[in-house]
């Protein structure tokens, strides 16, 4: 999905908009998760197998982010 593409601008950015502001009203953390949910979304729409090497990401700075954080203290 490109982002002047007919399916981002007219399916894809007001259902993530609409969304982010319906789910807002849980909390912050609800919006996020939403923004997260919609990013994966967004990125798996092109390939879904980029969709495994991103979580993997994720994971992987989350882990070292924490293991930075607990030499830290």
Do not use: D, K, Q
């Amino acid at each position: 999905m490109i982002f002047s593409s007919n399916i981002f601008i007219f399916a894809f950015l007001p259902v993530a908009l609409i969304g982010y502001y319906l789910v807002g009203r849980l909390g912050l953390l609800a919006s996020n998760c939403w923004l997260v949910a919609a990013s994966l979304v967004f990125y798996s729409y092109w390939n879904p197998a980029w969709l495994i090497i991103l979580l993997g990401s994720i994971a992987w700075n989350y882990g070292m982010g924490a293991w930075i954080f607990r030499l830290s203290e």
